[in-house]
């Protein structure tokens, strides 16, 4: 019994082909044998019909694959073999064409093709399956050809298990690999030395055909293109089958990858450069990360952050406790009035009698200083005033501009010299940039927004995972986003913004509350409080968060803007923030002030576009980077007070420039009468001049980190020098802007070492920049540009608290003795 149960499916067999040999139009086929080789010729009125049987148990996945051989190139007659199957027809011709860039085409005479596997039902027992091959020709004369059909042994992929193969243009392979019990995510990463030949990985559904050829490879699945390295995620719930094909097509030309095109006669590239298209692989199927990672990576990103505000609220206890103690030990002393000076402006009553230099002349001062007394005006304290005001109200007359010449062309100012205007016109001027940068945000953020969405919607309806430069190696999906954990690490830009927004209000409360009770040291001594650039600050780094993580969602070459436009807003308002600190009352409008920055916006897209090759655009942008330094650095230079006017219109203010330079530098040659603004402005210029001549000879592709660098440069440039001049003026730092200093040190050395450790490039092909992917490095989950946005995030708020607490020191110094610089 068990030998003639043995023997049925091949008495099955013989059957089966008897039958089919009966019906064949064409004549008997003959029966083919796997692994033989079989030579013949074929002709217009001789062809050739092979039958190939076999049984597939249940279970089983039995995948067939046939090469074919002609020696012929005759592209006029070729070769037609034509594969059929019980579910498909598979058919090809020899030679082989395919057509590349610029109409080249390549031929190739030796093909081999994987036909789609079938799997008998477990229900149906054992299935006999059958497989034609007919090979015909048009031609009038014979034509050669080889052939061989054999069983693929390692058609199934397992899991962490590398597999290692060959594939040529002509020459594709793919594989089976089904989902384990406990499985529902894997990565595919597929390996090669070589960086040429340029490849395709695809991963398709369990459908035949199966499109494993260079024109329609891209037709199902997903799909990347490959130098050296390539990485896909794929998780169970994409198909319901449980299984899928892996595919692997070499390209017959490597221009999609960034290679350069063969030259070729007459459109028809050598037999030499075809062979050379070989390229050996090697796949591994790993696990990727589980559900419990997702959450302890969100839980650590939020709670990290969280510990700022644990923080913040234990520093501002802190400080209570100790002006609690402070307000007990001045009421118990006996000399606790101390303190309260009794005349209204206490910086007039205390300067020597004749003495103008550096104090405020009643006499001679303008409106708006004597509206912030309390005997002519509201209270000093109302920022909240209905009446519309604006500094023109107050700021008119002639005899004012004159005033504002004598003040600020002092050789040695002092801060009463620089806040002159009445403090509610002042804060209001200030308030309008944080207005201004929430509209900015929202009309910037909501068409960013709907196109990174369109972005992710492209990818995943196509499959085409080329459109975005993420870091393959570590990009964890979750619901519709390809890469979850570069979103999730911009969460400390949102939240350390929003900490910031509210230590701001803290401060802003507690002078509100002292403005109201008339204190004297918050009238007339330290620094003038004005907290608009800090709330805008504090905004622009909520929204650098917001459109990094659209950029993240995917990153490519023609959104990279996007992650970079509130990097520029955020370095200029803390230059902004900077010069108000000692000059509150000449500093930028917010209208000019952002629409510099829309400007420079503009620069960096237009770089992006065409400062690639463009060598005039570079020529163009370096004269006005130069143009722009020297501008500004005059207006800083003579406080807002060199006027560039002239008799012949717009050359009037050239020909002004010139006769200063040539009087001041030239022709007499004398000290300069502000050594230090001079010294800052000498750097500064050569710092930017510098950057202008670099992008001219080197031009570097990335046009908006080069922008930025710049207006990071400028940035760190005018902080050192304020510090150095803070020291030199016998200033102290206090404990917490010098913690803050040394915190915003040390965090951003340590977010510029993962900021250069470049995992992708738009700059590159899609291929190219894969070259550059590695794995996670911190809990499975984030990798080196995820601790970039931790670490940049804490450097930029540690950044802002040093402007925020830099001078709390003169909070007790009268603003005649404070220094301008």
């Not at 002092?410 to 009445?422: A, E, T």
Request: charged fraction near 15%; proline fraction near 5%.
């Amino acid at each position: 019994m068990a030998g003639g149960a043995a023997a049925a499916p091949g008495v099955l067999l013989c059957a089966l082909l008897w039958a089919v040999s009966a019906a064949a139009p064409g004549g008997s086929p003959a029966p083919g044998a796997f692994g033989r080789v079989y030579r013949g010729a074929v002709n217009i009125s001789a062809e050739r019909l092979y039958a190939f049987a076999y049984s597939s148990e249940p279970g089983q996945v039995d995948a067939v694959r046939v090469y074919v051989n002609s020696s012929s190139e005759n592209l006029q007659y070729p070769i037609l073999f034509v594969v059929r199957q019980q579910k498909g027809v598979l058919s090809w011709q020899v030679p082989l064409i395919f057509r590349g860039l610029y109409q080249r085409t390549y031929n190739y005479q030796e093909v081999s093709r994987t036909l789609c596997p079938s799997e008998p039902a477990p229900e149906t027992g054992p299935s006999d399956q059958i497989i034609f091959v007919d090979v015909a020709s048009m031609a009038p004369f014979n034509i050669a050809y080889e052939l061989l059909v054999t069983r693929l042994e390692s058609f199934q992929l397992e899991t962490n298990r590398p597999f290692n193969f060959t594939a040529s243009p002509s020459q594709p392979q793919y594989f089976l690999y089904k989902f384990p019990q406990d499985v529902d995510s894997v990565i595919i990463k597929v390996v090669s030395d070589a960086v040429y030949p340029c490849s395709v990985v695809s991963v398709q559904d369990i459908v035949c055909p199966v499109y494993d050829l260079d024109h329609n490879v891209e037709f199902n699945g997903v799909y990347q293109s490959m130098t050296k390295q390539a990485a896909i995620t794929v998780q169970r719930k994409d198909f319901p089958g449980e299984q899928f094909f892996v595919v692997f097509v070499i390209k017959p030309e490597d221009y999609a990858c960034g290679g350069s095109v063969p030259s070729s006669i007459h459109g028809n590239v050598n037999r030499t450069w075809n062979l050379q298209r070989t390229k050996n692989l090697q796949v591994t199927i790993v696990p990727s990360i589980k559900k419990s990672v997702y959450i302890q990576a969100m839980l650590f990103s939020f709670l990290s952050f969280l510990s700022f505000y644990v923080g913040s609220v234990v520093v501002a206890f802190v400080h209570y406790i100790r002006v609690r103690r402070k307000a007990s030990a001045e009421r118990l002393s006996p000399e606790s009035g101390s303190g309260v000076m009794t005349s209204s402006h206490p910086i007039t009553a205390s300067t020597p009698e004749g003495s103008s230099y550096g104090a405020i002349d009643e006499s001679s001062s303008s409106g708006g200083r004597q509206l912030s007394s309390p005997e002519h005006g509201p209270p000093a304290g109302s920022d909240t005033d209905s009446s519309v005001e604006e500094e023109s109200d107050f700021d008119t007359m002639p005899e004012i501009e004159s005033d504002k010449n004598v003040i600020r062309t002092k050789v040695f100012l002092y801060l009463s010299d620089l806040s002159r205007k009445d403090r509610r016109i002042v804060s209001k001027k200030y308030k309008i940039y944080f207005w201004n940068i929430i509209t900015i945000a929202v009309f910037y953020a909501l068409p960013v927004i709907q196109l990174v969405i369109t972005y992710q919607t492209v990818v995943n309806v196509t499959g085409n995972q080329d459109i975005c430069y993420y870091n393959f190696l570590c990009a964890h999906p979750l619901g519709v986003l390809s890469a979850f954990n570069n979103i999730l690490s911009n969460v400390g830009h949102m939240l350390l913004g929003f900490l910031f927004l509210l230590i701001v209000l803290r401060r802003n409360i507690l002078h509100r509350r002292a403005m109201e009770m008339k204190d004297v040291y918050t009238l007339d001594y330290g620094i003038p409080k004005h907290f608009g650039l800090f709330y805008a600050m504090g905004i622009a780094l909520m929204m650098e968060g917001v459109l990094s993580a659209c950029y993240h969602v995917c990153p490519n070459y023609s959104n990279f803007q996007f992650d970079t436009s509130f990097m520029y807003m955020i370095a200029g308002l803390c230059m902004l923030k900077l010069y108000q600190t000692r000059h509150p009352d000449i500093n930028a409008s917010a209208y000019s002030a952002y629409a510099s920055f829309a400007v420079v916006i503009c620069l960096a897209v237009l770089g992006v576009v065409f400062g690639k090759n463009d060598m005039w655009f570079w020529v163009i942008f370096s004269l006005i980077h130069v143009l722009a330094s020297l501008a500004l650095s005059t207006q800083i230079y003579y406080m807002g007070r060199f006027k560039m006017d002239g008799p012949d219109s717009d050359l009037g203010m050239f020909r002004r420039a010139a006769m200063v330079l040539y009087t001041d530098c030239i022709q007499q040659c004398s000290r300069p009468m502000y050594m230090d603004r001079m010294v800052l402005l000498i750097v500064g210029n050569l710092v930017n001049w510098s950057f202008a001549i670099f992008g001219l000879v080197y031009r570097p592709r990335d046009f908006a980190s080069y922008i930025l660098g710049i207006f990071i440069c400028n940035l760190l440039l005018y902080l050192a020098f304020y510090i150095i001049m803070k020291i030199r003026s016998s200033e102290k730092l206090l404990p917490i802007p010098l913690f803050c200093i040394v915190a915003t040190a040390v965090v951003w050395g340590a977010a510029l070492y993962f900021f250069f450790q470049t995992l992708s490039s738009w700059e590159e092909t899609p291929a190219e920049s894969r070259e550059k992917n590695r794995p996670c490095i911190l809990l499975g989950f984030f990798d080196d540009h995820d601790v970039w946005h931790f670490l940049s995030a804490a450097a930029l708020f540690f950044s802002f608290l040093v402007l925020l607490t830099l001078d709390d020191d003169l909070d007790t110094v009268r603003r005649d003795k404070i220094p301008v610089f």
